[in-house]
């Protein structure tokens, strides 16, 4: 008698413990949507996945995607849930020094409290890897991180997205993933001089992009000319209804993050993509 109770309180523990620390395998999904392990790995034959290490060159410099694994000197070991939260949300690092856009929380600060719940259980499922992190090599001014106060102050509006009332659901979730993980206006919106997203100019595409190469339109201008079936394969696929292929900064998002997604999640990108208010194609 007294054992079956014993049973059953820890049965009540491991349930109570299932649904405080999130969901490992949603984690998963949600971290290919994210496209975290490409720039949490590094560019070589047999890194260690989320161990840290892939160069990332912009106009400011070159960052290093830093170690994920839960190790705890050289990864998220230490870290609780709390600060986790808190660099995705608010872009802060746990001794509240800022991190740099190169990490798209500007993006990630719309991921709703339960997707980050579960992307934290599956980081923390991760075996643990000692690679230890590289500094940045930044150019003047750009390495004080005190200087992303400003940055952030202009351009940086945290806060989970929340659904809008009278779209339906799908467009909803489309309008989420493209927003929030998939982060694709990282890429797909211009940005000026000071590295700030042309809010005016949403998804627009332009001629500037990483590694200044040009971006394409992802509003119904230039994406009218394909059917909801070529887009469907160019994401998942990478290859273009013409027979190209697509470029290396793109390939590796049809990689590592939309052609995981599930096919509803595919559609609803897809959807909420055709519903977008036309922009001009990008000029300079
Ligand atoms: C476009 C590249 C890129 C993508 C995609 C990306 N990150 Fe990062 N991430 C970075 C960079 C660069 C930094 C370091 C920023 C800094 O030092 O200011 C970083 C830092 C972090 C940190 C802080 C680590 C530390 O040691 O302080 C966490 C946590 C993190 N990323 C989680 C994620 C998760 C989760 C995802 C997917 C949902 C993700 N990142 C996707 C580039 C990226
Ligand atoms: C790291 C930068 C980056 C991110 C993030 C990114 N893209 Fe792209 N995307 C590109 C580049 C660069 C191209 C142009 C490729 C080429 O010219 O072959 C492109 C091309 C495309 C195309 C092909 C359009 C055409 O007609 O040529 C589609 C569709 C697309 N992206 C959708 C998305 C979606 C949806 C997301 C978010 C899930 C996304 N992209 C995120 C850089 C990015």
Redesign the pocket.
């Known amino acids: 008698m007294l054992r079956a109770f014993g049973a059953l309180l820890l049965a009540a523990a491991l349930l109570g413990s299932a649904q405080a620390q999130g969901n490992a395998k949603r984690g998963e999904y949600l971290s290919q949507a994210g ?1 975290c392990l490409g720039c949490h790995t590094e560019k070589k034959e047999g890194a260690v996945p989320y161990a840290g290490g892939r160069a990332l060159h912009t106009p400011f410099g070159t960052f290093y995607g830093p170690n994920l694994t839960p190790h705890p000197d050289a990864g998220l070991g230490k870290w609780s849930e709390a600060d986790f939260v808190r660099a995705m949300r608010e872009g802060l690092r746990p001794d509240g020094a800022h991190y740099f856009p190169a990490f798209p929380y500007p993006s990630f600060t719309r991921v709703t409290d339960a997707d980050l719940r579960d992307l934290w259980a599956y980081l923390r499922a991760l075996p643990p890897n000692a690679r230890p992190n590289q500094a940045h090599e930044l150019r003047f001014p750009f390495g004080f991180r005190f200087v992303l106060a400003g940055w952030k102050w202009l351009y940086f509006s945290p806060g989970a997205f929340r659904d809008e009332p009278g779209r339906g659901a799908a467009l909803n979730r489309g309008a989420y ?2 927003q929030a993980l ?3 206006g ?3 919106t211009p940005r000026n001089f000071l590295g700030g997203p042309r809010r005016d100019l949403q998804l627009a595409g332009t001629a500037k ?2 590694d200044g ?4 339109n ?1 509003t119904p201008t ?2 009218r ?2 059917s909801d079936a070529e ?1 469907r394969d ?2 998942q696929t990478g290859l ?1 209804p013409d027979g ?1 292929v ?2 290396e ?2 390939a ?2 049809v990689r590592n ?2 052609e995981k997604l599930n096919p509803a999640d595919l559609a609803a ?1 897809i959807a909420y ?1 055709r519903s977008l208010a036309p922009l001009p194609e990008p000029k300079d």
Do not use: F, Q, R, Y
């Open positions: 496209g993933l493209v998939g982060h694709c990282e890429c797909h992009g990483p190469k040009s971006v394409p992802l230039h994406l000319k394909w887009l160019i994401l273009m190209d697509i470029a900064t793109m590796e998002v993050s939309t990108m993509l």
